[in-house]
């Protein structure tokens, strides 16, 4: 009985050659599954097309625009996930999702084994292969560019070779993932870090040194999730779709960093997540007038660990379910407006106000009306300082 492939397709180059490699070397049929996360560009049709074009013997295109930006977003949103304080987890929170799809998939269709695009050097490797083992470990895993060692320019001069209808080339090498929460670019000569990327290399935002007008606007959260922008509601994908547009059109994050991979080795990135950054920004604002202190600081610590676990792919680990427990009880009552300016590639906060505020105005001024009792402050600086005040002491007399 001729086995079924079910490949992870995005109707770039790797996975577009993945499937007449597949159907050769394993004399199988391959299910091309290409998920919809908001990516833009090209239409989904013309994916699919391209996926039969290749040979696939079935091509499913998933829907999941709402899905991601629901289930996935706002939950990174929510733990203001960037992976070493920058990256907004753009590639990383779209692995879990596909994984979920293709098992649907491989279901339906009776698949047996699952493939994906990715190289042995890349985190994507991870993300896949954990998540289908978490979900579906009975299904085999095959990468063709990672075990068969395919290298970029053997993959190219295979798709030329049989003329598979992609678009990447030798004069355009870029390995461009991009979907609702940001594009990430790297290959080619971003390759040198020395390089400056040049504005061909960006399409989610203009040139942020071009001046134009600021753009202000309200963002309401409830309870940590985006519901509003500027009074009208819209679905959590409408509101990152808008503000993708916005923010990017003033040239709001960008983001060029060499990263720590999971696999041990730096690589290169440049990343555009203009809805992202803006709605980080905003909710951590929000956050810092809503939530208490000693939960706040505990939270940031929490937070960290999640952008690491998303990640590192263990998206349905133990450790990060018990975090998005925590994350989503600290929401409680992050409810409240931010007023933010979006301007020369910068998304900056200039108002706040929320009913669950916990800045409390007559404490916190120092004009007429501060109810604040200042006479109380010495002693609890003397009982606040007096470890450290002991330990000097010890120190003076064994020093």
């Known amino acids: 009985m001729t086995e079924r492939v079910v490949l992870a397709f995005s109707g770039g180059l790797d996975t577009s050659v993945a499937i007449p490699f597949l159907a050769e070397k394993m ?37 999941a625009k709402e899905e991601y930006a629901a289930d996935f977003c706002v939950p990174a949103l929510q733990a203001n996930a960037l992976y070493m304080d920058r990256y907004p987890l753009l590639s990383s929170l779209s692995r879990p999702l596909i994984v979920k799809h293709l098992v649907t998939a491989a279901k339906q269709f009776g698949g047996t084994i699952v493939s994906h695009g990715c190289t042995g050097k890349g985190n994507d490797q991870v993300r896949f292969e954990a ?9 085999k895993v095959v990468a063709p ?13 295979f798709a030329e070779q049989r003329g598979l209808p992609i678009e990447t080339t030798k004069k355009n090498p870029f390995s461009i993932d991009q979907n609702l929460w940001g594009r990430a670019v790297e290959t080619g000569f971003l390759e040198d870090i020395w390089n400056g990327p040049t504005e061909d290399v960006y399409s989610y935002t203009a040139d942020p040194a071009v001046p134009r007008e600021p753009d202000e606007l309200v963002i309401t959260f409830e309870q940590g999730v ?22 990017g059109a003033q040239g709001v994050g960008r983001i ?21 950054i803006a709605l980080i920004t905003a909710h951590m604002e929000l956050e810092s007038v809503t939530v208490e202190r000693d939960l706040a600081r505990f939270k940031r610590g929490v937070d960290q660990r999640w952008s690491e676990l ?61 109810t604040f009792d200042q006479s109380l402050a010495k002693g ?20």
């Open 27 to 63: 004399n199988a049929e391959v299910v091309a599954v290409a998920v919809d996360l908001g990516q833009g560009g090209e239409d989904m049709g013309v994916i699919q097309k391209r996926a039969m074009d290749c040979g696939a013997v079935e091509s499913v295109v998933v829907d």
């Open 131 to 139: 998540g289908l083992a978490a979900l579906a470990p009975d299904l």
């Open 145 to 157: 560019a990672r075990d068969y060692a395919w290298t970029r320019d053997k993959a190219i001069e």
């Open 226 to 247: 985006p519901v509003k922008i500027d009074g009208r509601p819209l679905t959590p994908y409408q509101v990152i779709d808008e503000l993708n547009k916005r923010a």
């Open 256 to 276: 060029d960093m060499v990263e720590d991979r999971l696999v041990g080795i730096k690589s290169r990135e440049v990343y555009e997540a203009p809805g992202a």
């Open 310 to 370: 998303v990640y590192d792919g263990l998206w349905f680990s133990p450790l990060k379910r018990a975090l998005d427990t925590l994350i989503a009880d600290a929401q409680k009552y992050v409810s409240g407006d931010i007023r933010m300016t979006l301007h020369g590639g910068k998304a900056t906060v200039t108002g706040r106000r929320s009913e669950q505020s916990l800045y409390d105005f007559s404490l916190a001024t120092y004009d007429t009306g501060d």
């Open 380 to 399: 609890f600086v003397q009982l606040f300082s007096l470890p450290s005040k002991i330990a000097a002491a010890r120190d003076a007399k064994h020093g």
